[in-house]
């Protein structure tokens, strides 16, 4: 199950420099969180989780497997971009591929490297992307009703659906909102999921700040908060020079440099527990003497579906679940001890995985 995090903003904001420092780490990271490169511009990297690390102890696991978030560096985004500008449909498409958006903004100045638009403010330049976006679903929107004309003639149901959805979006473009901002009911959701559109996706602004402002973030990062605090957007503040200095570094090397800074872990790390945080993930784990190994799901999945993860057969066949939460598996020092203090749990199909549950499936083949 993956997912895949488009990281955008304007040229010269530190975004390509972000990119090289998460690759970078996680190219040198160990075995536990590997690295791999699916395209040039796309960057697999593991989400860190310490309690794989606990889990995979106690029951002398030979090997830990992270759950993963891929990154696509998307360049080339300017004003006009929707019109194709730069190379901007290009990369439109790259943003439509993704689950979410990280959007880089400049938070520093410097001036041996110069902003595009001649001045710092990082909350114009959201909007310039924002504005962007919005202009090619607008386009994107007229061409699919158009295309929806002869189906709805026809009094086709699904037609009628999409056409409404597409209705709904269009009306809060045009009065400056993104389509996220558009209330879709439960049933609704997944043909609106469908639909595919650039300003659904939701929004996680990365403030890139001077190494100074690293801890605590500056003026400029506080607008942007403000800002994606009304959106409801998620925040991040990280100081793209300092994670491409971490990523040439040792982890004791990296450790100390971080203390040095007055942080206690490094910005990517934040920044990539924040891209799951915002697709609104969660993770279980599954333990054995082979090995422990965290999967991805969205929160609110359904035992058969998060068996499914692991193989759509476990899914299928599903019977029920044996479940240990995490704290449980812990404090029982692992299945055995979790068994006999009764901590282990038979759950059926209607179960809600939580958050760190440790899970192992029953099912028919």
């Known amino acids: 199950m993956g997912f895949k995090m488009g990281i955008v903003g304007l040229p010269n904001v530190g975004k390509s420099t972000l990119f090289n420092a998460l690759t970078k780490t996680a190219a040198a990271q160990a075995a536990n969180f590997p690295f791999c490169t699916i395209e040039p511009n796309v960057g697999d990297v593991a989400v860190p989780d310490p309690r794989l690390d606990k889990l995979a102890a106690i029951s002398g696991s030979k090997q830990t497997i992270p759950t993963r978030m891929s990154f696509v ?53 959201a909007q310039v992307i924002e504005m962007e976006l919005m202009f090619a679903d607008l386009e994107s929107i007229a061409k699919r009703r158009a295309n929806l004309v002869r189906k709805l003639k026809g009094n086709d149901k699904e037609a009628k659906l999409q056409d409404d959805l597409l209705a709904r979006a269009q009306e809060a473009l045009e009065n400056d909102r993104p389509a996220r901002s558009v209330e879709v009911s439960e049933d609704e959701r997944k043909q609106w999921n469908m639909l595919q559109l650039l300003t659904q996706k939701p929004i996680l602004y990365v403030c890139n700040v001077e190494e100074e402002n690293a801890a605590k973030g500056n003026a400029y990062s506080e607008a942007v908060a403000k800002m994606a605090a009304e959106q409801g957007a998620g925040t991040v503040v990280i100081s793209a020079k300092i994670e491409e200095e971490i990523s040439q570094l040792d982890s004791d090397e990296a450790e100390m440099f971080l203390e040095e800074l007055g942080l206690h872990e490094a910005g990517l790390d934040r920044l990539i527990r924040a891209g799951y945080e915002l697709l609104q993930l969660e993770t279980y784990f599954t333990v054995g003497p082979k090995e422990a190994r965290a999967w991805t799901i969205t929160k609110g999945t359904a035992a058969p579906q998060a068996a499914g993860v692991i193989h759509g057969d476990f899914e299928r066949g599903f019977i029920r679940a044996e479940t240990i939460a995490y704290d449980d598996f812990i404090a029982c020092n692992g299945e055995t001890g979790a068994k006999d203090a009764g901590k282990m749990r038979a759950e059926g199909k209607s179960y809600i995985v939580q958050d760190g549950d440790v899970m192992h499936f029953l099912f028919n083949t």
């Open 73 to 125: 560096d998307i360049a080339g985004l300017v004003k006009g971009a929707s019109k194709g500008e730069g190379l901007g449909n290009q990369f439109l498409a790259n943003i439509r591929e993704c689950d979410a958006i990280a959007h880089v903004v400049r938070c520093f100045e410097d001036g041996d490297v110069t902003h595009v638009e001649g001045r710092v403010d990082p909350v114009d330049d």
